[in-house]
């Protein structure tokens, strides 16, 4: 009678006000053992008692780790993987217990890595594609776990299913992309998401983190995902949701190849691929989220990579946009951002005609209110930029320094007691650039700039008194 009274204790589970007698009766307990069983109709009954009972109880759930559920679940989808009713019942057990840090402990040490991939492969509803991307999403938080499911084949079962649904426009199926995007991305942060655009002023922070995650293991996801052709899948995701205006995937893909340009073999690979330009189509985004996460996109591209700020500091259209962008002082995030993408791509350029595209498309200015702002790191980028694009074409910036008073705000920045030393130490070497311009040099010396010079001499910070030092030997020609 076991099967009829397991069946018939899954029934009475449904209804919640029968849930506690249940559990005040130890039939958890009870019902445990059965999930050895080899009699199917046995498994399925004792499993949707259990997981009934359980549902919305963490104690409970806590209490099913402990005792061993986990192997047993996984046991179901390996010996069943053929039975409709029983790998459901699993699916939903594993998508309730995910979520719990000693459920993600106990599955690291099975192979139910290589069990969900076979899910996903023989998935033909779109419910149990969805079940499956959630129990991965949750797994995904795991380091170990998310090493087992890269190996395992995920990012392949992924690619085919982005393949597979390719071009259609059913909400059902843009569901899923959307899903399968947010795991790609899960898969490439290495754990719980980190909001690595939203932090504008503390890059380097995250980037140091973000690298700590996923040293192990993220150069080898990365190659990878391209070896699969899930780039240029992501790529033609946006393209077609850029006339829908579906941001949520625009954004979604963005997250990934933002991270996927991360490392600098990515980078190589992904300019080789012509990622640059095929993004640039979101340029007449109207989002402004999707316009934020594609400026961060382009600079993490730009970063350290001289090729990639050729191409980009080349390209009329995206300089008109981003010019566009750093005048809209009504939203601050995209104003920025498209300043920062700007000034790196003055910093890591090595062209002069990039200089001059960026002169042409009147983004100096903003270079230089960029410099004056109230944010450290975006004053250094600014100075930075405008020193290396000194040092390659003066002439072609000379009279937009002169116009937009430079000498002027760099003199403020070294007069006022509130300036980081960074910002001075690097106003100084912007200013042993401009002093190769003879109406320059004659602004710096008409503004009094020396008697400031003289006085950081003695500054308390070692650097600044030795840059103010140099700085006055290049203004009086001795070096």
């Known amino acids: 009678c076991a099967v009829k009274a397991a069946h018939v204790l899954s029934e009475i589970a449904k209804h919640d ?32 008692a259990i997981g009934r009972i359980c549902y ?5 759930q806590e209490e099913l780790v402990k005792i061993g559920v986990i192997p047993s679940l996984v046991r179901i989808l390996t010996d069943y993987a053929e039975s409709e009713p029983l790998v459901h019942v699993a699916l939903l057990a594993l998508y309730n217990l995910a979520d719990l840090d000693s459920a993600k402990e106990a599955l690291s040490m099975t192979k139910v890595a290589e069990q969900l991939v076979k899910q996903l492969r023989r998935a033909e509803s779109h419910e149990r594609l969805e079940i499956v991307f959630e129990v991965l999403q949750a797994l995904a938080e795991n380091d170990a776990l998310k090493v087992q499911l890269v190996d395992a084949g ?40 980190q909001n690595i655009t939203g932090q504008v002023h503390k890059e380097s922070t995250c980037r140091n983190l973000f690298s700590r995650v996923v040293a192990i293991t993220v150069d080898g996801n990365c190659l990878r995902l391209f070896q699969l052709g899930v780039i240029h899948q992501l790529l033609d995701l946006l393209e077609k949701h ?36 095929r993004i640039e189509v979101l340029l007449r985004s109207e989002s402004p989220p999707v316009q934020f996460k594609l400026l961060g996109t382009l600079r993490m591209l730009a970063d350290s990579q001289a090729d990639a ?31 920062r993408l700007l000034a790196s791509i003055l910093h890591h350029n090595r062209s002069q005609e990039v200089v001059k595209a960026i002169q ?19 004053q250094n980028e600014a100075l930075n930029a405008l020193a290396i694009a000194s040092a390659i074409d003066l002439d072609t910036l000379e009279e937009s320094f002169k116009e937009s008073q430079l000498v002027q705000s760099l003199h403020k920045l070294l007069r006022d007691d509130n300036t980081s030393p960074e910002v001075k130490y690097n106003a100084m070497g912007l200013l042993c650039r401009l002093l190769n311009s003879g109406d320059l040099r004659q602004e710096i010396e008409e503004n009094k700039i020396q008697d400031t010079l003289e006085r950081l ?11 103010a030092i140099t700085t006055l030997g290049v203004l009086r020609g001795q070096t």
């Open 17 to 48: 006000e029968m849930k506690k007698p249940c559990i005040e009766a130890d039939l958890v307990q009870t019902l445990i053992p059965l999930l050895e069983s080899t009699d199917q109709e046995m498994l399925l009954h004792a499993g949707r």
């Open 56 to 60: 919305n109880n963490c104690g409970l």
């Open 154 to 193: 995920v990012p392949e079962v992924l690619s085919e299913i982005l393949l597979r649904l390719h071009g259609s426009s059913q909400a059902e199926d843009m569901c899923i992309v959307k899903a399968a995007s947010d795991l790609i991305v899960s898969l490439l942060l290495g754990g719980k998401k």
């Open 242 to 277: 850029v006339q829908s205006g579906d941001s949520s995937v625009q954004q979604a893909a963005l997250s990934a190849l933002q991270n996927l340009a991360v490392p600098v073999v990515s980078k190589v690979q992904m300019l080789e691929e012509g990622v640059a330009e």
């Open 309 to 339: 700020a050729e191409i980009l500091g080349q390209d009329p259209l995206l300089l008109h946009r981003l010019v566009q962008w750093c005048s809209e002082s009504d939203r601050s995030g995209i104003c920025g951002e498209a300043n």
């Open 360 to 378: 042409a498309a009147q983004g100096v200015k903003h270079l230089v209110s960029m410099a004056t702002s109230e944010n450290a790191a975006m």
């Open 457 to 467: 001499c003695s500054h308390s910070n070692a650097n600044v008194a030795k840059e």
